[in-house]
């Protein structure tokens, strides 16, 4: 997504723009794994039961290119942010350490659930 969106937000508005969308990702983010644990579920019960339900996997088409959107839209405010000399740099921070901290706590079931 192209920063040009953002050219005539005023910092405050940026600022506004940036909770949204860092709540929108994070949200989407927990709805992709949930489907993709629901995939893992059906792919295991269609390979065990009955070959045909596999074809009931949605996998992760739509979840992924709104995360992707998301991700592409958080960096485009950023980017106006800096050129506008905004101090948000703390949301900036605060947001994406919140998401590195999600994908640590995701990163950690994954393994557990693998024991």
Known sequence: MSPIQFEKH???QL???LDRVGAR???ASRAQDE???EDVLVTAA?????LPILFFIDGDGAGA???SR???EFDAIEQTAIKNDCDIQDKIKDIREAQLEYQ????GQSTSDAS
């Open 46 to 50: 269609g390979a065990i039961v009955f």
């Open 70 to 72: 998301l991700k592409g």
């Open 35 to 37: 489907e993709a644990a």
């Open 15 to 17: 600022g506004g723009e």
């Open 65 to 67: 290119a709104e995360v």
């Open 104 to 107: 640590k706590q995701r990163s």
């Open 10 to 12: 005023t910092c405050s």
């Open 25 to 27: 990702l994070m949200e």
